[in-house]
């Protein structure tokens, strides 16, 4: 069996040869469902490492960006023997950076995190309007709805959507995180969200604390 604490030591320490070098020795080993869980668990640890080192400054944007790669990078590996059973997945979140806004590293960093916590993520991209969301939340009936953005006017975008949401009769199946650099508590409240967060890390500890 594979030693986790190196694997979980090599996700934090981003080095990329020792992490895929251990993945690909493992997948070879024909392992189970179950030990493949287990090593997709230790490479969570390792972001959540990578998680307090960016909170600490050790880390910065282009680190947690690679991070989130080498993480992307890891579950592919992982995929034909972590099983597509949908017994194996704890929630569904929809995601989207708000409309009027285009960024997208932080949502993506978050998807891969959330992936690899064991959550199906439907991801709708960039400058998404509240009717995508709504829409997409009536198709896959998600436990979560995710809002990203960046800039200062994502809060009102963020606003709007939870609006619709309510208007639409959608607002209280869900729960709404919203996350990026100008969320604050304050906002939050006034958007109306269930909570909020500016680091992908600990957005994927509130969301499995909601499903848990």
């Known amino acids: 069996m594979i030693d986790l604490n190196l694997l979980t ?28 869980q287990a090593v997709v668990n230790a490479c969570q640890q390792g ?33 034909p023997v972590i099983g597509s059973a949908s017994g194996s997945k704890i929630g569904k979140i929809v995601i989207g950076t ?30 998404v309007k509240p009717s995508a969301f709504i829409e997409k939340a009536r198709e896959v009936n998600p436990d979560i709805i995710g809002l990203s953005g960046v800039l200062t006017l994502a809060l009102e975008s963020m606003k709007k959507t939870v609006d619709e949401f309510k208007a639409a009769g959608e607002r209280d199946k869900v729960k709404v995180i919203i996350g990026g650099n100008p969320v604050t508590q304050e906002a939050s409240n006034q958007i109306g969200a269930d909570a909020f967060t500016t680091n992908a890390a600990e957005g994927v500890k509130i969301c499995q604390s909601w499903v848990s």
């Open 98 to 127: 708000v409309e009027g806004d285009l960024h997208d590293i932080g949502k993506n960093i978050f998807r891969s995190m959330a992936e690899a916590a064991g959550f199906e993520v439907f991801d709708l991209g960039i400058d």
């Open 9 to 36: 030591e090599a996700v934090g320490d981003l080095d990329e040869e020792k992490l895929l070098g251990l993945l690909n020795d493992f997948v070879a080993t024909n392992p189970s469902e179950e030990e493949a």
């Open 47 to 79: 972001m959540a490492k990578v998680g307090d080192l960016f909170e600490s400054g050790e880390y910065f944007v282009g680190d947690l960006i690679f991070a989130g790669e080498l993480l992307t990078q890891s579950i592919d590996i992982l995929k």
